[in-house]
T-cell receptor, first 109, second 114 residues
């Protein structure tokens, strides 16, 4: 079966760095997305990786290793507004998006 | 504001009621999606429309009936629902139905079935 694994919840301190991991087992791979979802709001797009390596976008970076079926989202200089759920999703060989259950990130002052 | 609107934002309905959820996108996208989001579970893709044609129906019970009259509007008709259908229903759109197209989500309809 197809599976996306992410930690259920993480806690970090304001101003610090946090890494949210995602591992996947899917039938084929055509790209990996990270979305942010604040409580009671819609998910919003953060990043897309299809090739191995690190993609940097401001305070957020996303890394992909296709051979390991692994990605992480790195958040630097954490702010209180970064408290949210972070969703990992993989496009499989049929171009269907397979979603993880999300990681709830709690930022403490 | 993502350019995708959904109404109503909250809905409480009995198991014998019939109601409809509406989604509209103002982004000129060609693909639209219905998702179900339950607490602590992955997003469940329900239906996909590409250029107004339904391309996927992921084994969704017939008590959920989608309608896509044009590329900007998507409906989800609900009838004789069960309490386990209570969830957040999200609509999304994307430029196309391909591997790299990001999806834009609406704010969702919080549905409670009593």
């Amino acid at each position: 079966g197809q599976n996306i694994d992410q930690p259920t919840e993480m806690t970090a301190t304001e101003g610090a760095i946090v890494q949210i991991n995602c591992t996947y087992q899917t039938s084929g791979f055509n790209g990996l997305f990270w979305y942010q979802q604040h409580a009671g709001e819609a998910p919003t797009f953060l990043s897309y990786n299809v090739l191995d390596g690190l993609e940097e976008k401001g305070r957020f970076s996303s890394f992909l290793s296709r051979s390991k079926g692994y990605s992480y989202l790195l958040l630097k200089e954490l702010q209180m507004k970064d408290s949210a759920s972070y969703l990992c999703a993989v496009t499989d060989s049929n171009y269907q998006l397979i979603w993880g259950a999300g990681t709830k990130l709690i930022i403490k002052p | 504001e993502t350019g995708v609107t959904q109404t109503p934002r909250h809905l409480v309905m009995g198991m014998t009621n019939k109601k409809s959820l509406k989604c509209e996108q103002h982004l000129g996208h060609n693909a639209m999606y219905w998702y179900k989001q339950s607490a602590k579970k992955p997003l469940e893709l329900m239906f996909v429309y590409n250029f107004k044609e339904q391309t996927e129906n992921n084994s969704v019970p017939s008590r959920f009936s989608p309608e896509c009259p044009n590329s900007s509007h998507l409906f989800l008709h609900l009838h004789t629902l069960q309490p386990e259908d209570s969830a957040l229903y999200l609509c999304a759109s994307s430029q196309g139905r391909g591997d790299s197209y990001e999806q834009y989500f609406g704010p969702g309809t919080r549905l409670t079935v009593t």
